[in-house]
């Protein structure tokens, strides 16, 4: 792994290692009701929404309608796509392919 992550620690190698052996959507659904909260899944895939939604040039006004999520939300995810670590890009990127 070329990239080096600030938060890399082994428990946290354990959980992605996990996550990458997840076989299917039914694998997922199991694994993360048992891992997270139904608020932690739901706040999770709002967040991606976001993302998706800001990757596609929506206003911030838009994406409040269609997600339901707060503006500060919006802001910090928006600064994620502008300076963060590429996980949301790449992932989008990798979603468009599909």
């Not at 932690?40 to 596609?56: F, G, P």
């Not at 919006?74 to 979603?95: A, T």
Request: aromatic letters at 10%; a negative charge; charged letters at 35%.
């Amino acid at each position: 792994m070329s990239y080096e992550s600030k938060f890399k620690r082994e428990d946290i190698d354990e959980l992605f290692q996990a996550i990458l052996m997840l076989e299917d959507e039914e694998d997922c659904y199991r694994f993360f009701e048992d891992i997270c909260t139904i608020n932690e899944i739901h706040s999770i895939a709002q967040r991606l929404q976001v993302a998706k939604l800001l990757s596609e040039k929506k206003t911030y006004s838009e994406i409040e309608e269609i997600t339901k999520a707060s503006t500060a939300t919006i802001s910090r995810i928006n600064k994620c796509l502008i300076y963060g670590s590429d996980g949301y890009k790449r992932i989008l990127e990798r979603m468009q392919e599909r």
